[in-house]
């Protein structure tokens, strides 16, 4: 290959990786744009103001379904991170165990199965349940379950991947020196699947921050998500408000990817750190 064709198919590839990110960023980068239009038509600028997030501070419904998504996410992240990491330890640290195929398919299966028949099953299951047992009644706890069954899936892929990479040398090497199996967990293990933790919780955070569909099926009355209370609005129109509460969620998501990567990447730097320093003292 020439010189020119090399420059050409450097400067092309160049040319389409900016194409894909203006693809992905730009309609988010117009959507803050638009939140500090002055007119009340979203999509026609018409100077600069904050009255619209002036105006959110007095939304009680938007507010309010905020609060429970952020509420909602939260927790979801945290419990699918900790049956994800379980489940994930099982499919790779035990290879062979009764109903190990029917438990890897169950975990796997939210992942390829429309949210609107995991929403239909739910939602029968949960229905049934109160009839029988006066319990639960639709609202947060029933959100937060469905959102649960799709993150535990996801967070089980996500650190079911790192574990398998693993070298499993160094949890013997640490068995071979007296510790004990809880202890290999806390003290190797974990430490070395932190990143993909937090990734799995970032993961989960934002899958059930967003979620219509389970949300949808799965709320009740005084249990309206942020999403929902979107959609509804955006079926009559949108409304700068909605761009403003959605800059909001950028912004928040933003600075929390931010500063997971950047401690990440300070523990990664740690842990080479002692590595290096390991094998220089090793005779």
Same mark, same amino acid.
């Given at each position: ?26 309609? /988010? ?11 009340? /038509? ?22 309010? @379904? ?23 330890? #099982? ?9 190990? &195929? ?14 609107? /028949? ?55 090497? #640490? ?13 190797? &293990? ?29 709320? @009740? ?8 209370? /979107? ?22 998501? #933003? ?26 003292? &090793?005779?």
């Amino acid at each position: 290959m020439t010189g020119a064709a090399m420059s050409l198919a450097k400067h092309f590839g160049k040319a389409w990786l900016a194409a894909g990110y203006l693809f992905l960023y730009l309609p /988010i980068a117009a959507l803050v744009l638009y939140s500090f239009n002055d007119s009340p /038509i979203a999509n026609v600028w018409a100077g600069f103001t904050l009255k619209w997030y002036a105006a959110l501070a007095d939304d009680r419904e938007m507010l309010s @379904g905020l609060w429970l998504s952020l509420r909602i996410a939260f927790f979801t992240a945290c419990a699918s991170v900790v049956l994800g990491t379980l489940a994930a330890f #099982a499919l790779v640290k035990y290879r062979r165990f009764a109903g190990r &195929t029917l438990f890897s398919g169950m975990v796997n299966a939210p992942l390829v199965m429309p949210e609107v /028949i995991v929403g239909l099953s739910l939602l029968l299951m949960l229905v049934s349940m109160q009839r029988w047992l006066g319990f639960p009644e639709r609202g947060m706890l029933t959100i937060w379950l469905g959102h649960l069954l799709l993150g535990l899936a996801y967070a089980t892929v996500v650190v079911q991947a790192r574990l398998q990479d693993l070298n499993p040398q160094l949890e013997e090497a #640490a068995m071979d020196l007296g510790a004990r199996p809880h202890q290999v967990f806390a003290l190797v &293990t974990l430490p070395m699947i932190s990143q993909s933790l937090v990734s799995a919780w970032l993961l989960t955070f934002t899958l059930s921050l967003d979620d219509v569909v389970l949300s949808a099926f799965l709320s @009740g009355p005084g249990a309206t998500t942020m999403p929902l209370v /979107i959609f509804s609005r955006a079926r009559l129109g949108l409304h700068p408000s909605v761009n403003a509460v959605a800059t909001v969620i950028i912004l928040l998501v #933003a600075v929390g990817v931010v500063l997971a990567s950047y401690l990440i990447a300070r523990a990664e730097r740690k842990r080479s750190q002692e590595m290096a320093a390991a094998q220089r003292a &090793t005779p």
